[in-house]
């Protein structure tokens, strides 16, 4: 999902789980479906407002570019710390 986020493309995915939670949710609320049959008047609310699209069009951009490699070692490096810690006090 980064990945199609990362070369512009706006993505749509049901509300729940990893995707949603931590990734599109973060661009916009309007991304989301509950049911399948939400999903062509999302298409159809980006194809009818194009200073929609590019808004999210750049934030989906925007957002991809937080799940870098340094992020990621840096998210792991404080969860890897905060383990330790609670062992120590153990």
Do not use: H, Q, T
Not at 1 to 23: L, R, S
Not at 62 to 78: D, Q
């Amino acid at each position: 999902m980064v990945e199609a986020m990362a070369a512009g493309c706006i993505p749509i995915v049901y509300k729940d789980g990893g995707v949603w939670y931590d990734i599109v949710s973060r661009v916009s609320d309007v991304l989301g479906y509950r049911d399948i049959n939400e999903v062509p008047n999302i298409i159809k609310n980006l194809d009818n407002n194009k200073d929609l699209y590019i808004i999210l069009r750049s934030r989906s951009i925007e957002v991809s570019k937080e799940f870098n490699y340094e992020n990621f070692k840096n998210n792991l490096s404080k969860w890897v710390d905060y383990i330790f810690k609670i062992k120590r006090s153990i």
